[in-house]
T-cell receptor, first 120, second 110 residues
Framework: SAVISQKPSRDICQRGTSLTIQCQVD?????MFWYRQQPGQSLTLIATANQGSEATYESGFVIDKFPISRPNLTFSTLTVSNMSPEDSSIYLC?????????????????FGSGTRLTVV | KQEVTQIPAALSVPEGENLVLNCSFT??????LQWFRQDPGKGLTSLLLIQSSQREQTSGRLNASLDKSSGRSTLYIAASQPGDSATYLC?????????FGAGTTVTVRA
């Protein structure tokens, strides 16, 4: 399965600043997914990033707050802009695991190691 | 909208006891179900992937069953060890989106 390198692993940031999180995959992938996990909660999908097109955002998430770049098929960044303490969460990227069966319906998913963000 | 529920929310057992973690989902139109492990403050590690046409998957001490028609999956961990202490998440895939449960936090006491 794909291996994802995610940076930084953790950061403490001042409110009003921005943080950019990077994910590098060891193979080419069509879609990359960005998730947020608030303290004590499960994962919520922020957006899906396709190479060469605008990211698709889920309800409740907007591009101005979470701009995403996808310059090639192995790399993506998520920026958390104008941060407030409510943005303190773990942010994770994910890709489809295509090492098994051929149909997209059979794919599992692989996740990065996460970025633990604390906004003070 | 798919709702995924995991019961119990937390579980504490002595070392050596078998673990039973439950996951239920409201919409049975899923493609597959995946169990993950998450250590505190970390990312997700995939444990088992069950396709919608399968009834169970096994890997070492782990066994996961799937009853798609009743919207249930169970993860069994045999002969638990302190290193099994973590949060276990189940996720179902439908319409190319994963829906996650809130997780079961497991503590295995030495």
């Amino acid at each position: 399965s794909a291996v994802i390198s995610q940076k930084p692993s953790r950061d403490i940031c001042q409110r009003g600043t921005s943080l950019t999180i990077q994910c590098q995959v060891d193979s080419q992938v069509t879609m990359m997914f960005w998730y947020r996990q608030q303290p004590g909660q499960s994962l919520t999908l922020i957006a899906t990033a396709n190479q060469g097109s605008e990211a698709t955002y889920e309800s409740g998430f907007v591009i101005d707050k979470f701009p995403i770049s996808r310059p090639n098929l192995t790399f993506s960044t998520l920026t958390v802009s104008n941060m407030s303490p409510e943005d303190s969460s773990i942010y994770l990227c994910s890709v489809e695991d295509r090492s098994g069966q051929g149909s997209p319906h059979n794919y599992g998913y692989t996740f990065g190691s996460g970025t633990r963000l604390t906004v003070v | 909208k798919q709702e995924v529920t995991q019961i119990p929310a937390a579980l504490s057992v002595p070392e050596g006891e078998n673990l039973v973690l439950n996951c239920s989902f409201t919409d049975s139109a899923i493609y597959n179900l995946q169990w993950f492990r998450q250590d505190p403050g970390k990312g997700l590690t995939s444990l088992l992937l069950i396709q919608s046409s399968q009834r169970e998957q096994t890997s070492g001490r782990l066994n996961a069953s799937l009853d798609k028609s009743s919207g249930r999956s169970t993860l069994y961990i045999a002969a638990s060890q302190p290193g099994d202490s973590a949060t276990y998440l189940c996720a179902v895939l439908g319409d190319y989106k994963l829906s996650f449960g809130a997780g079961t936090t497991v503590t295995v006491r030495a």
